[in-house]
């Protein structure tokens, strides 16, 4: 509970350490939840033309102050996918990035990975649809450290029971689980690697708020209604989960 607590803190620092941005937005206007959605797909759009990936695989953004970065490919460009929930993904097509033959994610399963991952308020500045708002939700490539098993693609039952039972609730496993993400991992596949090994983007999955924690309620309190998240990552490695670790 302590970690669950701490994880609470930090995403809330996190959120009022975001770019500044949203100066330039009406932060007044209370969006329906149509207009969200299509808020959402816009910016979404929107920042797949703004982006592309380096050598590694990471998101990198155009800067139009150099000239370097002007033959690299938009993230618009590759193919992507775009599932029915509105989640958006792209598998890096580039020799090894992606494991062969691989295996196979099951939805229980204790996942370990690399990720940058970032949440943004789509918005309208100057008349157009973007993210504005940009929080880091995680960064183990800053910090050389995997993601062990996050309670965001699979909960453990025993800390949903704890949580309930400490605070009298009755919350369910999206109080904890980013759906879209879960939607998203189902298309990829995990490499079997040492958690030693260097890392190489496998792609990313873009979920819009509907398809995180849209205006529910959830873990980390009010600090993510609304946000839609950017997944990119690269999976090490899943093993199946062991009924004494649920």
Do not use: W
């Not at 150099?66 to 775009?82: P, V």
């Not at 450290?145 to 909960?155: H, M, Q, S, T």
Request: with cysteine; proline share 2%.
């Amino acid at each position: 509970m302590k970690k669950i607590l701490l994880g609470i803190a930090l995403s809330v620092v996190a959120l009022q350490s975001c770019k500044k941005d949203d100066d330039e937005v009406d932060n007044t206007v209370v969006l329906t939840v149509e207009e969200q959605n299509t808020y959402d797909d816009a910016a979404a759009q929107d920042f797949l033309t703004k982006n592309y990936f380096n050598s590694k695989g990471v998101i990198t953004a155009f800067d139009s102050t150099i000239t370097t970065d002007d033959n690299e490919k938009k993230l618009s460009d590759y193919e992507k996918h775009i599932l029915p929930s509105g989640v958006i993904y792209i598998i890096r097509p580039e020799a090894g990035t992606q494991p062969t033959p691989g295996k196979e994610i099951g939805t229980t399963d204790v996942i370990s990975l690399m990720s940058i991952t970032k949440s943004y308020v789509s918005g309208k500045v100057d008349d157009k649809i973007v993210y504005t708002g940009e929080s880091t939700f995680a960064n183990t490539v800053a910090t050389g450290n995997l993601i062990e098993d996050p309670a965001y693609f699979y909960v453990k039952n025993s800390v949903i029971k704890t949580y309930n039972t400490t605070y009298s609730t009755t919350y369910g496993r999206s109080f904890y689980e980013i759906e879209g993400f879960q939607e998203g991992l189902k298309y990829f596949k995990t490499f079997d690697l040492d958690a030693s090994a260097n890392y190489n983007m496998q792609g990313i999955i873009i979920v819009p708020s509907r398809a995180a924690f849209a205006r529910d309620s959830n873990i980390y309190g009010t600090s993510y209604n609304n946000r839609s998240f950017v997944f990119n990552f690269q999976l090490y490695n899943t093993r199946a989960r062991l009924s004494t670790e649920d």
